[in-house]
């Protein structure tokens, strides 16, 4: 006679088969979420300026929770620390898309739109980002040349003041540099081109910068723009 089978595996042994150990024991994840929530909270002090720096910051505390979890909780199995390291990546790649996200929004990406067509987040100039930010960095002009009666030649009206094309937000008195305490990469401006010769076409940096990795054009006139 054959023998009668014992009972199979709960659904709750059914469940658990694939966690790794760390998820079965309550202990250890109390200890590897409080060290994750120190670690992201000491990443999380100094956030750096514009979307660019904020984006860099909650990255980098993602990963410094991680590695906080890796390195200090006890009686991880080697299966335990390549499973939180996934989520960690997992969490990167979520918050940078969230970032993303307002970066293409509101005038940026209306400008975008209008000017290089709905399908703009696909096209690409061909330059890499570091070639983009050097020659960007090479053609930074100082804030104030863009405030009132400052003498550059911008072609603007009579009590106009300047802004920039693409954000449609401009430079204060009070910017870093003038005395004022806004975000010093936030007011970084560059002379893309001086089209005619006689009007000088100034952006943002971080702007020109979102614009350059999918055109090398002026935005204003679409003069070709040599970038070495």
Known sequence: H????????GPQARGDAGLPP???NGEAMASAFRHFLQGVAGGLQEPGPGLDGIQRTVVGAVNNGVQRVIHNTQG?????????????????IIAS???????HAGPLAVFLEQHLGRNWQQQQSGLDEGTIS???D???IPTDSVLPNSGCPLGL???ETWSCSICLTGCTEDAPGNGGSESATDQEICLLCDSDGHTWHVFHKSCAKEWLQRSATCPLCR??????
């Open 97 to 103: 898309g969230g970032i993303n996200i307002l970066r």
């Open 76 to 92: 991880l199995s080697e299966e335990d620390r390549m499973w939180i390291q996934q989520q960690g990546n997992q969490m990167t």
């Open 223 to 228: 003069r070709n723009l040599h970038i070495p």
């Open 22 to 24: 760390m998820l079965r």
């Open 2 to 9: 054959a023998a009668a089978s014992g009972p199979g595996p």
């Open 138 to 140: 090479e053609r930074q």
């Open 134 to 136: 050097r020659w960007l």
């Open 157 to 159: 009206k009579p009590n």
